[in-house]
């Protein structure tokens, strides 16, 4: 088992900044993926940002100049940091453990094993 923890949410104006922290525990942190998804009311979840265990990256196209993820593997946390935020980006974000190594899955939501409770993040207009 794995439990995460997500922080950082909140309320933030238009262009502004905020950075999601996930906790992981339950298993050697340097050992797994980590993506963060996010779910807008009325909205399928839909992939953020993915980080292997070797340190590689991905985006969507939505966020590509504006979020970044990043890991602390002395930490055991991912990090979220997103810049230029806009109303759009209101969601629900999550963030999953992928437990075996399959790039060709970080962005598939069936592709993770444990998921946070999500952190609320709402952009103002």
């Known amino acids: 088992q794995v439990q995460l923890v997500e922080s950082g949410g909140g309320l933030v104006q238009t262009g502004g900044s905020l950075r999601l922290s996930c906790a992981a525990s339950?298993?050697?942190?340097?050992?797994?993926?980590m993506g963060w998804f996010r779910q807008a009311p009325g909205k399928e979840r839909e992939f953020v940002a993915a980080?292997?265990?070797?340190?590689?990256?991905f985006s969507a196209d939505s966020v590509k100049g504006r979020f970044a993820i990043s890991r602390d593997n002395v930490k055991d946390t991912v990090y979220l940091q997103m810049d230029s935020l806009t109303p759009e980006d209101t969601a629900v974000y999550y963030c999953a453990v992928r437990i075996l190594y399959d790039v060709q899955r970080m962005k598939i939501i069936s592709g993770y094993d444990y998921w946070g409770q999500g952190t609320q993040v709402t952009v103002s207009s």
């Open positions: 980080i292997t265990r070797f340190g590689n990256t």
């Open positions: 339950g298993r050697t942190f340097s050992t797994v993926d």
